[in-house]
């Protein structure tokens, strides 16, 4: 009867009915409390933190899922690997990358203790592994885990292993600006996603366009673009619609056109603004405002836009590239306005932070 009811309430948040599923979690914990049944408040406790999370109440999720931890006995990482991933991602996203990687370095010692360890399984730990040592500055181990993963047969793994590994391989690439590599690894993320008929190709081929956006291969990136938005769901969600206008705005301002540039950052930055969980999306945006109000010559606006720009990057962990691109573009534009001590500085942070 308990295994019916979470499916249920998974449904009901797959479904948006974030009320509904909370009555029926919140009954259950309290039945599981009263009866002593700590696997079940535990699996319980995980799915009241998805409804928190899909909330945006990221705080809220984080605790209920470090609870959900601990009033289960610490379950076995190959049996729960959403509840463990999702508790490292908000670590991460909470600034205590530190903690994620421990819980994460945790689990794949674990799973990859046994005669029996399942490889598939070790390979998602290793995966998610690498995305906390990114969001902890540490660029190298995230690059050596990964690289395990190849040299342990990841590419001969399942498809849906596969196309995990290259969405880590061209995001891990794609923000420490090593442009070949991360176009090669999302070209062999979208023909993995084609082949499994994914649901969100849609996010693949925007990857696709960021990489060659990066490249300035601007025309290639249109192309991407195109598909992204014929292959988009219907309706598209808000934090969706943004990201895709922060790569349409990017791909706008590269071909020269300020005003439709200007018009999709400034829609984009609308967009997620109440969403918590992606200051990189609007950092990149509010930096295509600048770069028009730039070449605009206005340059009040300008210097506001490359300041947002720059908070939100820096709120946004395993970003280096970026952050480090908005820094020197914020002290090339100081320098020429005659501010050099702050253009110093600034192009001092953009050499300490690229890698």
Same mark, same amino acid.
């Given at each position: ?70 009033? +289960?006995?610490?379950? #076995?990482?190959?049996? !729960?690997?959403? %509840? @463990?991933?999702?508790?490292? *991602? &908000?670590?991460?996203?909470? /600034? ?57 047969? +990841?590419?001969?793994? #399942?498809?849906?292993? !596969?196309?995990? %590994? @290259?969405?880590?391989?061209? *995001? &891990?690439?794609?923000?420490? /600006? ?61 934090? #969706? ?80 590239? #970026? ?33």
């Amino acid at each position: 009867m308990h295994e019916s009811l979470l499916t249920d309430a998974t449904l009901l948040i797959g479904l948006g009915r974030l009320d509904e599923a909370d009555r029926v979690l919140s009954e259950m914990l309290g039945e599981a409390t009263a009866a002593g049944d700590q696997e079940l408040a535990g699996r319980a406790l995980e799915g009241l933190g998805a409804v928190a999370s899909e909330r945006g109440l990221e705080a809220q999720a984080l605790h209920l899922y470090e609870q959900a931890i601990e009033r +289960g006995g610490r379950p #076995d990482p190959a049996e !729960r690997e959403s %509840l @463990y991933t999702h508790t490292a *991602r &908000l670590r991460s996203f909470s /600034g205590d990358a530190g903690g994620a990687v421990t819980l994460i370095e945790e689990c794949l010692a674990r799973v990859s203790s046994g005669p029996d360890a399942d490889p598939a399984v070790i390979a998602h730990y290793s995966i998610t592994l690498s995305y906390a040592y990114a969001d902890a500055g540490q660029y190298g181990r995230a690059n050596s885990v990964l690289a395990g993963v190849l040299r342990d047969g +990841g590419e001969d793994l #399942d498809l849906q292993v !596969r196309r995990r %590994l @290259y969405y880590a391989l061209t *995001r &891990l690439n794609m923000n420490i /600006g090593r442009s070949e590599q991360a176009i090669e690894y999302s070209e062999k993320n979208l023909e993995t996603a084609i082949a499994l008929d994914s649901q969100d190709v849609f996010l693949v081929y925007l990857q696709c366009a960021h990489v060659r956006l990066d490249a300035n291969h601007t025309e290639r990136a249109g192309d991407y673009l195109a598909e992204a938005r014929r292959r988009a769901p219907d309706p598209l969600g808000s934090v #969706d619609a943004g990201f895709l206008l922060v790569e349409e705005a990017r791909f706008s301002l590269q071909q020269g056109d300020h005003d439709t540039a200007l018009s999709r950052a400034s829609a984009a930055v609308e967009l997620l603004a109440d969403d918590p969980s992606g200051p990189g999306q609007s950092g990149l945006a509010h930096l295509v405002i600048a770069r028009v109000h730039d070449d605009r010559g206005d340059a009040d606006a300008a210097d506001r836009g490359y300041r947002l720009a720059i908070d939100s990057l820096q709120r946004q962990t395993g970003w280096p590239t #970026d952050l480090a691109k908005a820094y020197r573009r914020y002290g090339k534009f100081l320098r020429r306005r005659g501010q050099l001590d702050e253009a110093m500085r600034m192009l001092e942070l953009a050499s300490d932070t690229a890698v």
